[in-house]
């Protein structure tokens, strides 16, 4: 479904502030597919999300997403292949727009806007449906600006707001980080529902150990701009924190030796 | 003061304009003082050289979302700063105005234009013709508030309140500001036919200062009438562009010198933007209302007595 291929990126190259982000990174995600990504500060993480996105261009590699060379695309032409939920709850919507007319935009997700009438009653009830199921009482709520919502119902509408068009590929990039861990237990929650109702492909990156393990069907590891750790879905269930933890250690340990040994 | 209101509804197109952008996109556009000119422009010569004056108001429309598009060209192909771009299209369609209109000033008194049926009936200046302007005004309106409803409308809306979220599903914001850009100053540009018409004369000068009054509408209108919802929002520039007419010529009344009247318009326009952040404010519009609130509680405790 998604094929990164040998993917660089160096930002600011050729000058002092140079800064390797990804170094020769290559990833395969087979459809249905549900890919927790973990690792440290400037890992990489977030550079690798933009770059499946489109934000950020390749310096080398490609990126091919459900058979289709997408490298060269702009991320509104990706758009129609990715939903994408971002850490700040207030990224993912249009505050100063109603709540249906939001999700209006996001059903029109990479079609043709023309000159029909965005929230028609058709619309509307579904749209009602659809926030019911997330039990945060937006439902009747429908014409409420969105910047009247918490932190949590945001993130909780940006989320249905990314899936429910369904794309081929689902992004969450920490989208839990800025939340207390109630909201936060609560946007975990429909996040495993959603991403099962659609079987979406998913990657999701995280600061949470925890949470890396509990979710998904696989585990990946970054350091450095590197993928340094793979885990499948049995390895995955065996591991823990702790596991994690010394894992990561013994690489880093490890390339601390190379790097003595050449020097 | 019949005029004045005549003359706030035939801005009330500039101001329409000018919330498409200020608001809508949230782009301070500057191309609005060139704009206008050139629909005046494009009217006027069309006119003398016999053209139907409904045909000319239509090319000054066009001419005027050329104007639209050159700014936007420059801003987003272009990456210059958007009140760069429209300064930079201002200018230079000081030049191309004058260029179009070949002299500084076109005088339409002779010709038939979109007003004349009504100069000719004895209408202007009456509520008859404030009638006509205000229904025109409002069509205007209401084809903005169903536009700005329709897919293509959420998406421009979208573009001006996150660009991000937008994008992410597949927006191209740039094409979004382009047609703003375009429809923004089409509406200007039929603003500046109009007044051309209206006061029977183009010239270079009328457009000089005009995104102040245009500001000063959408600023004011939305002071008054709030911007819980596009409708009111847009409907508020079209108040306030007859308040500020009306208010400029109760200025006038007073005695105040007309060359004063750029000085005072940019003074009511930061006062509109200033004093709504002041806390003191705040509490005196609840004040205000608590006293109505008030006097409606005692008008039906006295009915109920």
Redesign the interface.
Known sequence: MLKLENISKTFAPGTVNARVALNDVSLHLAPGEFVTVIGSNGAGKSTLLNII?GTYRTDTGTVTLDGRNVTRL????R??Y?G?V?QNP????????SIE?NL???L????R???????TKAKRERFATELKALEQGLDVRLKDWVSLLSGGQRQALSLL??TFSEPKILLLDEHTAALDPQRAALVTRLTTEVVERFGLTTLMVTHNMEQALRLGTRLVMMHDGRIILDLDKAQKERMTVKGLLAEFEKIKGMEMDDRTLLQ | MVTAVELGLIYAVMAIGVYLTFRILDFPDLTVDGSFTTGAAVAAVGIINGMPPLLATVLAFFSGMVAGLVTGLLHTKGNINGLLAGILTQIGLYSINLRIMGKANLPLLRETTLISPLREAGLTGTWVSVGIFLSTAVAILLVVIWFLHTDVGLAMRATGDNPDMIRSFGVNTDNQKLLGLALSNGLVALSGALVAQFQGFADIGMGIGLIVAGLASVIIGQAVLGRSGIAIAASAAVVGSVMYRVVIQLALMAGLNPNDMKLISAVLVVLALVLPQWKGFARLGGAVRNRFTAVAESAAIDKEK
């Open positions: 996105a702009n991320d509104h032409q758009a129609r990715i994408r971002f207030g990224a993912g919507t249009a505050p100063h727009m007319e209006a935009m996001a029109e997700r990479g079609q806007r023309g000159l029909r009438r965005g929230v707001m990314a």
